[in-house]
């Protein structure tokens, strides 16, 4: 996996209790807009980065084939959703 750290668009659910489920986002790559289905998360994990929450989700999707694992991140403060790992 690469370190990205690359801003997406993000559809998520967030429940009456306040948990957030990523869904699908969609990124731009080589001047395409590519839209990924998020299959399976593996792992989520709350951090706090400089003073403010965030939450980390460890996810697998079927991309073009290939069972694909990488990492995003949704930031509390700004409300912005970050693919980290790819």
């Given amino acids: 996996m690469k370190l990205l750290n690359k801003q997406i668009d993000m559809i998520s659910w967030t429940s009456k209790e306040g948990i957030v489920t990523p869904v699908r986002f969609r990124m731009e790559e080589d001047g395409k807009t590519i839209v990924i289905r998020i299959g399976r998360i593996l792992q989520t994990e709350k951090n706090m980065f400089g003073g403010t929450p965030t939450i980390s989700f460890r996810c697998s999707s079927s991309i073009c ?4 694992i990488y990492e995003v991140t949704y930031n509390g403060g700004s409300q912005k959703w970050l693919l980290k790992k790819y």
């Fill in 65 to 68: 084939g290939q069972e694909r």
